[in-house]
Structures are given as C-alpha cells and as structure tokens.
C-alpha cells in the first residue's frame, strides 16, 4: 500500500511539474529499485522447495533477520523526503 499512495504522490508531484513518464520511471526506479529486487529475489527463493525448507531453519539460527528484510524493502527515508522537497518546490515560496 504504501508503494502505491508513493508513487502516485510522485506521479501527481512529476505531472504537476510537466516531467516526461520517462522521467518519473527513472525516479521512482531510483526510489525504490533496491527493495524491490531483493524482495523479488526473496520472493521468488520462497516459493520453490529448498526455499520453503531452508527459510525455517535459515530464519532460527538468524532471528534478526525477518527485522532486516522489512528494513530493507521499506521506502527509503530519503525518498520519502525526496518527494516532499520536490512538492515544496512547485507550490514556492508561502505568500502572506
């Protein structure tokens, strides 16, 4: 869910600025390239046998692990901050 509400407040965000589809997919790739590999790549691990006899085990001896994996595939903070800058530069500066 939060991937969504994400990239549609950077799609309005990118739209608003007049910035090319091409140019909002390199940023959202930028954003969140990383996580979604490696949540792709954890994804795809799980669903074959070894993956489903192996992550039992693999998750005892590492317990810290389930905890890494979120932090890793969560919206980085920086984009987060990234998008919420970008907004502040299209409305300018406050007028009282």
Known sequence: MSIAL???????QMY???ESADRYND???AHLGRGMTLATALSRSLVTSLGR????MGLSIFPN????????TRI?????DQVHA?????????VL
Request: hydrophobic share 45%.
């Open 27 to 29: 940023e959202l790739r």
């Open 76 to 80: 980085p903070e920086k984009a987060l």
């Open 53 to 56: 006899k192996f992550a039992p």
């Open 6 to 12: 994400h990239s549609a407040e950077l799609a309005a």
């Open 16 to 18: 608003l600025a007049g």
């Open 86 to 94: 970008f907004e502040s530069e299209q409305r300018g500066p406050a």
């Open 65 to 72: 692990a389930l905890q890494r994996i979120a932090d890793s």
